[in-house]
């Protein structure tokens, strides 16, 4: 599997608009791989995008891909599908106000995702509507498993109580790979699914020194709900027999750099800090 990974930030994108902090201030000097845009990755052999931040066409625009043929949602959180309305930007056809038919995009999503779509809205009503209409996307609705191609997705669902988060786990010619980029706590460890993979792509939770401003997180705060530490992901990553673990959703609060990242992938084997135009290939 050719991976790439388009956006390697979280939710606050690196630089931070008018932050001047250390790291976003060498991010604004520099650019990539010291900037970082949100959370989003392609899958080369099946045209998948999966996650639309709000800076996806830009990232699709500095890459080498030349066709999206399927988007995946994770969630539907603001950081994760802000940009949706790349499909539009992708397939109209600005003559007729529809779409260019060979470019319409096939939306593979779990059910409970097809479900939360017409949540998202504009002052017209809720944005799937519009983009069905106009042939933009189409959507293919799955329960647990599906195939593309030679490429087989199964959805892992992470209970977060008010929606639920996938976690989607790719499968190529005896080759794993695991995306789990947001929000993936209960990690469902425990299921055959996710053990032994040859790639997990996961978040490193919540870097507990060195913050901005100081910031200690208290035992009962409410960012441990949604994330596991570092060492908490280290861990899961061992435990599951990950071979090979990329870590993305970077957020800018973590206060550290690309360098810094590089001396901390030194420390540890089997672990790598995405950045944004990442390949990687499995
Ligand atoms: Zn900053
Ligand atoms: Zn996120």
């Known amino acids: 599997m050719k991976w790439k990974i388009l956006g390697s930030?979280?939710?606050?994108?690196?630089?931070?608009?008018?932050?001047?902090?250390?790291?976003?201030?060498?991010a604004r000097t520099k650019g990539v791989p010291y900037s970082r845009t949100g959370p989003s990755a392609y899958l080369h052999d099946i045209g998948l995008l999966i996650d639309t931040p709000a800076e996806v066409s830009t990232q699709l625009n500095h890459s080498n891909i030349a066709r999206v043929d399927h988007l995946m949602f994770t969630h539907l959180d603001p950081d994760h599908s802000e940009g949706f309305r790349v499909v539009e930007q992708i397939a109209l056809?600005?003559?007729?106000?529809?779409?260019?038919?060979?470019?319409?995009?096939?939306?593979?999503?779990?059910?409970?995702?097809?479900?939360?779509?017409?949540?998202?809205?504009?002052?017209?009503?809720?944005?799937?509507?519009y983009y069905l209409e106009k042939d933009f996307v189409k959507i293919t609705p799955f329960r647990d498993t599906v195939q593309i191609k030679d490429v087989r997705i199964t959805a892992i669902p992470v209970d977060r109580g008010s929606q639920t988060v996938f976690i989607y786990v790719f499968e190529k010619s005896g080759r794993k790979v695991i995306y789990a980029p947001c929000d993936l706590k209960p990690f469902p460890e425990h299921l055959n699914e996710v053990q032994n993979a040859?790639?997990?792509?996961?978040?490193?939770?919540?870097?507990?020194?060195?913050?901005?401003?100081?910031?200690?997180?208290s035992?009962?705060?409410?960012?441990?709900?949604?994330?596991?530490?570092?060492?908490q992901t280290m861990e899961i990553a061992k435990r599951i027999g990950a071979k090979k673990t990329v870590f993305v959703h970077l957020e800018?609060?973590?206060?550290?750099?690309?360098?810094?990242?590089?001396?901390?992938?030194?420390?540890?084997?089997?672990?790598?800090?995405?950045?944004?135009?990442?390949?990687?290939?499995?």
């Open 9 to 26: 930030g979280g939710c606050q994108v690196i630089p931070k608009p008018l932050c001047s902090c250390t790291v976003c201030t060498q």
């Open 93 to 129: 056809d600005f003559r007729t106000w529809s779409a260019y038919l060979e470019k319409r995009i096939s939306l593979i999503v779990p059910d409970k995702i097809a479900k939360r779509l017409s949540h998202m809205k504009s002052q017209y009503g809720p944005i799937i509507d």
């Open 198 to 217: 040859d790639l997990l792509i996961i978040q490193p939770g919540i870097f507990e020194t060195r913050l901005k401003h100081d910031f200690i997180y």
């Open 252 to 282: 800018e609060y973590w206060n550290r750099s690309y360098d810094d990242y590089r001396a901390l992938e030194q420390k540890h084997s089997g672990i790598s800090f995405a950045y944004d135009g990442m390949q990687i290939e499995v």
């Open 219 to 231: 035992d009962d705060h409410i960012s441990r709900t949604t994330l596991y530490t570092f060492e």
